[in-house]
């Protein structure tokens, strides 16, 4: 008679009336009070459906091997071994997991110390970059050269290629426009009009079709007709102008804080901070594509004016003060810190030549002939025309005195005139082609610190530190 749950002889049998199962007595309450039921055939079941069933009490015999104490000793000590080995074995995987979680937050704490390093090389990368010693061949011979530069994408590459092979052709044959401005006309310039702008502190000056742009240390821009001589409307930065350009619809501007905003129809449409520290310069690529910043964190970077989008950087060694591009758009200058006017592919960015100008470089402007370019340097009173076409001393062309700082340059058109702006006033220094000669043609004392050429050279756009805003034209 065994037990229907236990299967197993049962100390107090009793069975029930409506299956006739045979049950341990205490095994079958506790399963009724919890499921009611019978076990086997899953009917419902109370406790008094069983009844006891009377038998006599036995013993249970001892297994044969536990009959004798020496048997005893050998079971207790089998038993001990077996937990003396499953301790052993427990303490070991114990070991084990800890050395596993052990490493895991090893490994975790690495993780978080490599992020956080990784971050702040990221906030930092271009001082990092920047700090890097240029050596080899190159270096050697007193070139500087790029680090890390990017290439352009192809399809921009391919604008670069088409916009040097169709300006190269025509400007050996380009004779000066019609109705351009004579040495006569320009040695007549006088101050036609003279307004204030609402601008703080002015240090941009940007010119397309009669507008100007101009921007200051306080983050504001006023657009000024030349024409109607007023401010039409105004523009928020938020953010001190270090340089602006106009191109187009375009307006472009960059900061102290390392921003370039793009700004169209009176609102910003797009704004880069890809450089740590202020953007110091721009320049558009003939094509009107493609944009350049250079920065004080020893980079420079080009943009794809059409999409908005960066698409190259590369550093120098040299914090870069100012830039331009060549009139045909494959050389790209950018003027350092070092008095050193570095030139680069504009596809690869790898550096091509460089000049030596002697200190900080203030501003850089090209010729259209694409062979001369005028360079100065802060607190010189002397614009330096370089030769591309040459090296070393043989480069410098012409050392033009002007009498005081010059802290801006424009060139017209023509390849004719040269201006300057300074503390001391404005210049326009004439290339005679015929004579091969330098001669200054204009001297006006209008302390100004931007200056700009209009239409067909017919005006001078010039702005002062104290705010105003000067168009000088021929008078008859």
């Not at 049962?10 to 299956?19: A, H, N, R, T």
């Not at 048997?71 to 427990?90: I, K, P, R, Y």
């Not at 009669?210 to 006023?222: C, R, S």
């Not at 592919?345 to 850089?364: C, D, H, K, N, Y």
């Amino acid at each position: 008679m065994l037990c229907a749950i236990s299967g197993e002889a049962p100390q107090e049998p009793v069975i029930s009336k409506l299956s006739g199962n045979v049950f341990e007595k205490r095994l079958i309450e506790k399963y009724i009070e919890e499921n009611a039921k019978d076990p086997v055939t899953g009917d419902d079941l109370t406790l008094d459906d069983l009844l006891p069933v009377k038998t006599a009490r036995t013993v249970r015999p001892r297994p044969p091997k536990l009959t004798s104490i020496p048997a005893l000793l050998s079971t207790f000590q089998n038993e001990w071994d077996a937990l003396a080995l499953e301790t052993f074995n427990l303490r070991e995987q114990l070991t084990r997991t800890r050395e596993e979680l052990a490493t895991a937050l090893y490994q975790h704490d690495a993780a978080v110390r490599v992020i956080t390093r990784l971050t702040q090389e990221r906030d930092e990368a271009r001082d990092a970059l920047s700090r890097v010693t240029v050596s080899g061949s190159a270096a050697a011979n007193g070139d500087a050269m790029a680090v890390d530069a990017e290439a352009l994408p192809e399809e921009l590459v391919a604008k670069v290629e088409e916009t040097q092979a169709k300006l190269s052709k025509s400007r050996k044959k380009r004779p000066v426009p019609e109705g351009w401005a004579t040495a006569e006309d320009v040695s007549s310039f006088a101050v036609a009009t003279e307004s204030a702008v609402p601008v703080e502190q002015p240090t941009t000056l940007a010119l397309e079709e009669g507008y100007a742009a101009v921007g200051g240390l306080k983050g504001d821009v006023a657009i000024y007709s030349v024409a109607a001589d007023k401010v039409e409307r105004s523009l928020q930065v938020n953010e001190p102008v270090t340089d602006s350009i106009w191109t187009g619809a375009k307006v472009v501007f960059s900061t102290t804080k390392g921003s370039v905003k793009v700004f169209e129809s009176g609102s910003e449409v797009a704004s880069f901070s890809d450089h740590a520290g202020p953007a110091t310069g721009l320049a558009i690529h003939p094509s009107g594509d493609i944009l350049a910043s250079v920065g004080a964190d020893k980079s420079f970077a080009f943009y794809d004016l059409v999409n908005l989008k960066r698409v190259s950087r590369a550093f120098t060694d040299s914090s870069l003060t100012t830039c331009a591009f060549h009139p045909d758009g494959h050389l790209f200058a950018a003027g350092t810190s070092t008095g050193d006017i570095r030139f680069f592919m504009t596809a690869t960015g790898e550096q091509a030549t460089s000049f030596s100008l002697g200190a900080p470089v203030q501003r850089i402007v090209f010729s259209e002939n694409g062979y001369w370019f005028a360079a100065t340097a802060k607190g010189q009173t002397t614009v330096t025309i370089f030769d591309i076409r040459k090296e070393g001393d043989a480069a410098r062309a012409k050392v033009l005195e002007t009498g005081g700082a010059v802290q801006d340059l424009a060139w017209d058109y023509s390849q004719q005139f040269l201006a300057t702006a300074g503390p001391a006033g404005i210049t326009v220094q004439q290339y005679a082609k015929s004579s091969k000669k330098w001669s200054e043609v204009m001297r006006k004392d209008f302390a100004a610190g931007r200056v700009r050429w209009g239409s067909e050279a017919r005006q001078l756009v010039a702005v002062a530190q104290d705010g105003r805003i000067g168009v000088l034209s021929a008078q008859e």
